[in-house]
């Protein structure tokens, strides 16, 4: 009798069923995926029915074209998505925050976003003499600004999604997340939930005798091969750069994760 007669898992895959088995196993997690579903609809909406908070959106942040008034970021829209970045003073590129560099390699495009009305900008509290070369170094095209001294909404800690509304010069926050908030800009991590093996995290809940899990943060850092390390190693993006090359250190002793 063969490993799919008996549905047992060969070493550390899933059990090897016939396809009538496997598509009934599937139906079943279908119904909880759908329910899923429901339920995040209806965390949407009430979303969309929390109160907004006015602040002035004449204060100024500093991007490429020097000071502007935040309002200005919206480009005449009505919504602004802002990513805010957490910054590490006189680090080196590859020493900034690891988990930020992940959430904005992958924010590179707002063009979905402005056809439905909503410009995209990220605010980090680097001075902007720092953060100009990072930019240039990661090749990052979205517009940067520096928030640097700001109060809140406009400086809440870095590593976090934050909306705004618009009405005419006047600005509203309208929702704030951070943590696994976040998830919902990278577009890797629910396309890796989707696969056997995860995101290959070790707080995931695998069957005995699967590949161990890996610290949360497992794509912070590699070298070139795509080996996991902290020496001499980059932010993984930023091998995808021409002339990527390994760098003596890190700038930064500490290591932080969210």
């Known amino acids: 009798m063969t490993d799919i007669d008996q549905g047992i898992a060969p070493g550390g895959r899933p059990p090897a069923v016939d396809m009538a088995t496997w598509q009934v196993a599937r139906d079943d997690l279908l119904a909880r995926e759908k329910a899923h579903t429901r339920e995040g609809d209806a965390i949407t909406a009430a979303r969309r029915r ?29 919504e602004l998505l802002v990513y805010q970045r957490m910054w590490h003073d006189g680090a080196p590129h590859q020493g900034q925050c690891e988990g930020c560099t992940v959430a904005a390699w992958q924010l590179r495009d707002a063009a979905y ?29 979205q517009p940067w600004y520096s928030a640097r001294g700001l109060e809140p909404p406009l400086d809440c800690g870095g590593g976090r999604f934050t ?23 990278i577009g890797s991590f629910g396309l890796l939930d989707m696969t056997p ?22 794509y912070w850092r590699t070298d070139a091969a795509g080996d996991p390390g902290w020496d001499t190693t980059r932010p993984t993006p930023q091998w995808t750069r021409p002339g ?12 932080c994760c969210h």
């Open 197 to 218: 093996y995860g995101r290959g995290e070790a707080w995931q809940d695998s069957p005995d005798g699967w590949p161990e899990g890996e610290g949360p943060c497992w």
């Open 50 to 78: 929390l109160p907004m908070a006015e602040f002035d959106g004449m204060v100024e942040v500093v991007g490429a074209r020097g000071p502007v008034p935040f309002v200005s970021l919206f480009e005449g829209r009505e």
């Open 244 to 255: 990527a090359a390994p760098v003596d250190h890190l700038g930064r002793h500490e290591h």
């Open 163 to 185: 909306c705004f509304l618009r009405d005419g010069d006047r600005t509203f926050l309208t929702y704030d997340t951070t943590g696994r908030g976040n998830e919902a800009g």
């Open 113 to 141: 976003l402005n056809a439905r009305g909503v410009s995209f900008a990220i605010l980090t509290t680097g001075r902007w003499d720092e953060v100009e070369p990072y930019l240039a170094f990661m090749g990052y095209t």
